[in-house]
């Protein structure tokens, strides 16, 4: 007999049911709550969203998937969404998720999708995988992101930070537009990238540089001239504006022979104009783009780029200008060099044997009272080496030197040697006179050799004072030394004492009588400086800027007069302190001037009295100009 349950056992179970019932309900009410807020999330995300079944099959995609791809819900749902896969990349996520280890159910991987409209796309995506117990894939989630305009961005501006790195790498032209141009090429992802010039004076474009994917077809490119009405770069170059040209097909007939000439049919096509200031010097083109259309992102990138072409073919042509008059100025120089050389040997001649006659003439003058004629054949004999000094210092100035004299002079003399001193005997009765006049010719013409020699530099500033005090002497001028000893320095005697000798001498003839001229020599750490200070006249700031010029005077014109060597304001030839720098560049030391011109005499054309006690006679500030002349003499490296 089945016992019923009892009322209260009934009522209890009831009650549980009840609340069983409304848990459930409440959970219902929760998951469906959840799920409408599910959705919601990721109808308004920002990102395109997929979701997929166990069967891979698409259950959901959110409005930005259809924003960015263009396909709906309603055309994907039940499918597995291959559309928008690329055929290369169809097996790609299977084979990523397939990989994963058993411990990770995330995905990120940077790919490639398409649009309904046929583009390519860089994304990033993202995938969640639910799997079960023995790890087969319930559903999965996928978060993609569209990243092609932040890779176009940063590939443009990797290509600019190239282009700006190689400019120093490629001084040929031809070379960095082609650099370019391949650049331009794969950045767009075109066929052909191009920099096309115009000659202003044919009316035509010419290629300066092309980049092609048939190595064939960039020669003929680069062959290529055309009219400017024959190609569409004429209107930009007539607007001064850009152009992006996606279908061609209705000019076909138009541009027919331009197709023919360049080898292939231009499809789509890109156009910038190259500007120099204010006109438009040619065309910076790219031509069937392999990926869709040209954009405006591909128009300012090729705008960018054309700022440094364009500026690369300005530089190019100032270059090619710049080398053109060097070499005609090489020219100009190797000309006056070869003139002044000649002109330079041309008057050791006349000068020598003026001298010689005026020595024969002084014996021929000697039963004559020398009262009338000593004068005048001294000052004759003083500007005749006058013209010696001139030539000297142009001679250590131009360092090509031609003696051509001292050969011909030394080929006679040996070739006719018997048949000359016969002559010579028989008209004056005296022998042996061929070796004076061979050390005549030797004296006057020889080359002169500058063989290097180790040099005690105090030393040798001694001995020149030593030798120059007697041409000094009319001068009331103090000589204060101080000649350390110093190690050797390594250079050439003649050069050596013209310097120290000038360096003197400018100072006396810049100094008035009862002043002082210091004259140094001492050691540094990596050589030994020569110093002649003189508490003279001083420079004003435009000599200072000019006195290694040669040629120059520090005087006015009208102050200008030559006297005496050492004597106050002589005047010199102008160019003993060129010579000088000559000598630094071509035997390595440095030469460099200091000066501070006198407070009384700011001016050139103002005139010192020439002694410091007649200047104090004068009302106005103290004497104190100064010019420090230094030589500093490196040790050899060895």
Known sequence: MVQNPIYEKLKLKIKILEKESLEAKETYQATKAASRNYKRFLRFLPYPVIVRDANGLISYLNPAFTNTFGWTLRELKGKKGKQYVPDSLKSELTNKIKALPANKNVLELSTKRLTKDGKILDVMLRTGVDMDKNNNIEGMIIVLRDVTMEKRIKRNRDVMTRISQVLPQYPDLRKLLFYINTEIKELLETESANTILLDETQKEFYFLSATHDDPTTRERIEKARFPVAELLSGQVVKTGNSMIVNDLSHDQYQYKSRDRTIGYKVKNVILVPLRNKDRIIGILAADNKKTGDFDDTDLETLNTISATVALSIENARVSRELRKAYEELKSLNNAKDKMINHLSHELKTPVAILLSSFKILSKRLADVPEGTWRPTIERISRNLDRIIGIEGEVYDIVEKKEVFHYKIFSLILEQCQDELEALIAEEIGERGILTKVRQRIEDIFSPRDLVVKDIFLNLFVKKRIKAIQPDMAHRDISLITSLESSSLIQMPCEPLKKTVDGLIRNAVENTPDGGEIEILVHQKKNGVEFAVKDHGIGLTREAQKRIFEGFFSTQE??????????????????????????????????????????????????????????????????????????????FPKN
């Open 557 to 634: 014109t009208m102050n200008y007069s030559s006297k005496q060597p050492f004597a106050f304001n002589a005047g010199g030839k102008g160019a003993d302190l060129l010579r000088m720098k000559i000598f630094s560049e071509r035997f390595n030391f440095k030469i460099s001037m200091t000066s501070k011109r006198c407070s009384r005499i700011p001016e050139n054309k103002d005139a010192c009295p020439g002694s410091i006690q007649d200047c104090k006679k004068i009302a106005g500030p103290a004497c104190d100009g100064y010019t420090i002349v230094t030589c500093f003499f490196p």
